[in-house]
């Protein structure tokens, strides 16, 4: 009995130390495999920082380019109010009319696009810290079961510490088996990686954006300068144009003026004549008897008598038709003058177009740099 008493000690000591040291080993490689999935889940945590990082960059340089449209917008809705305020014939869908309302469509379209970018962008950022919080989470999770795996791996035989426990009491819901405790911790990384390169793909998508919408307002503004120079060239061209004529006109009038007081002279001049006809032939009507000849004075004052109403009618014709003409010139020199007014007035419109747009936006704010 005592030999047997003597074995069953050793037997129980050794299956017991083995037991412990079997334990120990497993905690030991636990705390490895901790190790490494802390590591992981570190390293996903950082990364995905620094993605954030970018992301909050990105961000920026999307509210900075936006912000940078609102000159190149303001600028071209002055100018359509502006070029609103021309008269008659000059207020016409011309180039620079198409040209501006292009603008304005290409600016809308490039706001809609950074807007739409930076909505993604913001969803992007929640998707990256809920990954983070989730990361963080997890790392914690380790955090502590390390540090309990570590304070049971080092409770040995013989210490204060170690005491009796109810074990049934740690068991509860909820426990996992290793292949999903450790899936668990993967899947998160692999949220992480996906959620990475969503965030590297929409990186470069709101840079080509950006440089797109740069592009595009850069050639937008450049079409409407060159039809707004061209108009104004056109303009100038069509104001001298009307100058040159409207001083032909005026010298046109006073060629007519002149040409109407000679007329009126005319006229006047031939009162005299005509009176000294009529005196002569009733003069020579009272001529007595066989006087009252129908000699060749009698027959060239009744050609004359014919021949001065004749030409004073015609002069009148010619003196009302002058007039006319005269009329119908004033006329035409009233509307050069009211056109050249408009073309002036006109041209300073298009001139304060041209100063609203002197103000240019950069290609590095329209970038977002």
Known sequence: LRGQS?????????????????????????????????SHLRQATLDTLDELALQDNNKSRLQVSLFALELPERNTAECLHIRRLRHDVDRTRDPVTHALEKETMVLRTDRELLTQTLKETDDQIFRLLEVKRLLEHDWSDKQEAFQLDHSAAKLVND????????????????????????????????????????????????????????????????????????????????KAKLVDKDAMLRKEIAEEETSLASLRQALQDKESPLQVAQSRHWTR???????????????????????LPRSIEILRERLRASEDTLEELHRLHEDFVKDILNREHTLSLERRCVAVRSEKQTQEKLQGL
């Open 6 to 38: 003597r074995h069953t000690e050793s037997y129980t000591a050794e299956r017991t130390d083995c037991a412990e040291g079997s334990v120990t080993r497993g905690l030991d490689q636990r705390l490895n495999s901790t190790l490494e999935l802390q």
């Open 285 to 307: 009507s009272f001529r007595p008897g066989a006087d009252r000849c129908l000699d060749n004075p009698h027959f060239r004052l009744k050609d004359e008598l014919e021949e």
């Open 159 to 238: 210490r204060l510490r170690a005491q009796f426990k109810a074990v049934s009491a740690a068991l509860h819901e909820g426990v996992s088996e290793p292949d999903t405790w450790s899936h668990r911790s993967r899947e998160h990384i692999g949220v992480c990686r996906r959620e990475i390169n969503s965030g590297t793909q929409l990186r470069a998508a709101a840079v080509q954006a950006l440089g797109d919408v740069a592009r595009d307002v850069e050639a937008a503004g450049e079409a409407t300068d060159v039809a707004l120079n061209t108009r104004l060239s056109q303009l100038e061209e069509a």
